[in-house]
């Protein structure tokens, strides 16, 4: 079964710095790669997505993800944060030879952001 | 509506008792999930309907939950005999096509405390 692992449960970064989240799944075929980002008292929201082709995707907010299949990773980043951009990011998974269509999420990194 | 919507948007209940969340996804999303997020935990698949298709409840944890969608619309979750386990924000989501690839469109969930 699919898996996908998000290695930092809590990150702080200063507002203007550089910001990269972490995201490895498991899986042995091609998957569908997603961000969702989870602001206080809010659902949740589509960053980005990776379905096929460039492997360097571009998504709302400034924040770009990079496919990297050799790493199994899927790492969202983002040049320099904003202090709205505190909230909580999943990495998520969808396989395309399963009949599971439902995404499989990370356990989400806390972003805290500093003046 | 414009959004997938959720009700209540708090509950709280005592062990023991049945409860019912409701979810509305966007006009015409042939696809409705369930997610449970438990406290500092990511977000756990419940089940999906997708059309007149049979749903896929892998992800239900046990007998006391289950789920319906009527008429292609709207999903009622219900747990029957809450334990204080089932503490949890229910999120429902939706999404487009036939084969349910689309982007998912959350609601911004159900938060259940059973005492």
């Known amino acids: 079964a699919q898996s996908v692992t998000q290695p930092d449960i809590h990150i702080t970064v200063s507002e203007g710095a550089s910001l990269e989240l972490r995201c490895n799944y498991s899986?042995?075929?091609?998957?569908?790669l997603f961000w969702y980002v989870q602001s206080p008292g809010q659902g949740l929201q589509l960053l980005l997505k990776?379905?096929?082709?460039?492997?360097l995707v571009q998504g709302i907010k400034g924040f770009e993800a990079e496919f990297k299949r050799s790493q199994s990773s899927f790492n969202l980043r983002k040049p320099s944060v904003h202090w709205s951009d505190a909230a909580e990011y999943f990495c998520?998974?969808?396989?395309?030879?399963?009949?599971?269509?439902?995404?499989?999420f990370g356990s989400g990194t806390r972003l805290q952001v500093q003046p | 509506g414009a959004g997938v919507s959720q009700s209540p948007s708090n509950k709280v209940t005592e062990k023991g008792k049945d409860v019912e969340l409701r979810c509305d996804p966007i006009?015409?999303?042939?696809?409705l999930y369930w997610y449970r997020q438990s406290l500092g935990q990511g977000l756990e698949f419940l089940i999906y309907?997708?059309?007149?298709?049979?749903?896929?409840k892998s992800g239900l944890p046990s007998d006391r939950f289950s789920a319906e969608r009527t008429g292609g619309s709207v999903s009622t979750l219900t747990i029957q005999r809450t334990q204080q386990e089932d503490s949890a924000v229910y999120l429902c989501?939706?999404?487009?096509?036939?084969?349910?690839?689309?982007?998912?469109?959350f609601g911004e969930g159900s938060r259940l405390t059973v005492l």
């Open positions: 989501a939706s999404s487009s096509g036939t084969s349910g690839w689309g982007e998912l469109f």
């Open positions: 899986y042995g075929a091609t998957p569908y």
């Open positions: 990776y379905f096929s082709g460039d492997t």
């Open positions: 998520a998974v969808r396989t395309m030879d399963t009949g599971r269509r439902a995404l499989t």
């Open positions: 006009s015409g999303h042939t696809a």
């Open positions: 309907f997708q059309g007149n298709s049979a749903p896929d």
